[in-house]
């Protein structure tokens, strides 16, 4: 480095921290979170990661024989959406991304009117049973602004509730992105964004997405607390956005969690 030559100091320094409880076999790595001694919240969640991967078979089928338009599979990732929608309250507002399955079935939004949007059918867009959550935003990180602008909202009216917003790895380049990272740091709003880094941008991998060691990192840059986690946990998942929407809402403690997982089928 050009300034090794002169004497400097060292104005800011980070770290990210990775939480993990289960390794790839499912075995534990450190001591589970009490919550986890309820057996019925855990078959709770294993049912919905049972019913997003055949939820999500059945629309890859119904898109592969022209019965829906361009459908964004989710093979591999169900327990990142799943221990998404397990941490979020009723009350809270989720702006999603178009891989969210999981945490769309567990936020009471239908199987068919997923299957509507991905039809063309804008109408699956009008949740029955919700009336808190943004529509599905197939746009890439269109979601980031609407999600800062509804977390001012909460904020300004006094609220108790939070936001969740979710994107992909390749969302983070966008420049909605980075507008969103700052206000939400500026203005300490109660949002909470999650980026699934399933290590493919369509077809662009991270080393050429990034030259940064981690997306959470990118957080640091706009003053909110970063951390990753093990996106094929659910465990873990649920636990530290548990945490931080419960910062959120709370404290106004905006943060950014890397999901790390993986992508085990075709982009679209």
């Known amino acids: 480095m050009m300034l090794e030559k002169y004497k400097t100091k060292t104005i800011a320094s980070f770290q990210i921290p990775y ?25 709770r969640l294993y049912g919905y990661m049972v019913l997003t991967r055949a939820i999500d078979k059945k629309a890859f089928n119904l898109q592969r024989t022209g019965k829906l338009g ?24 989720f702006a999603p991304y178009y891989r969210d399955l999981g945490t769309y079935l567990m936020r009471n939004i239908l199987p068919e ?24 935003c197939p746009l890439i990180a269109g979601q980031y602004l609407h999600a800062a602008g509804v977390a001012f909202a909460l904020k300004y009216r006094k609220e108790n509730r939070a936001v969740l917003v979710s994107g992909g790895d390749g969302s983070t380049s966008k420049g909605d992105f980075y507008e969103a990272i700052n206000l939400a740091g500026v203005w300490h709003l109660p949002l909470v964004f999650i980026i699934n880094n399933n290590q493919w941008a369509i077809s662009t991998p991270k080393n050429q997405q990034t030259a940064a060691q981690t997306y959470a990192q990118k957080g640091i840059a706009a003053g909110i607390d970063s951390y990753q986690v093990d996106g094929n946990d659910v465990i873990a998942v649920k636990e530290i956005l548990t945490e931080s929407l419960n910062q959120a809402r709370l404290n106004h403690q905006p943060s950014l969690i890397e999901a790390v997982t993986f992508r085990l089928s075709d982009h679209t």
């Open 19 to 43: 939480l993990q409880f289960l390794d790839a076999n499912a075995q534990p790595t450190q001591p589970l979170p009490e919550w986890t001694k309820d057996a019925d919240e855990l078959i």
């Open 70 to 93: 361009t459908y964004p599979p989710c093979l591999g990732q169900e327990a990142l959406t799943v221990g998404m929608g397990a941490a979020l309250k009723p009350e809270d507002v």
């Open 113 to 136: 009117e997923i299957y509507a949007i991905w039809g063309g059918d804008e109408r699956g867009n009008y949740f029955q049973h919700n009336k808190e959550d943004l529509p599905l």
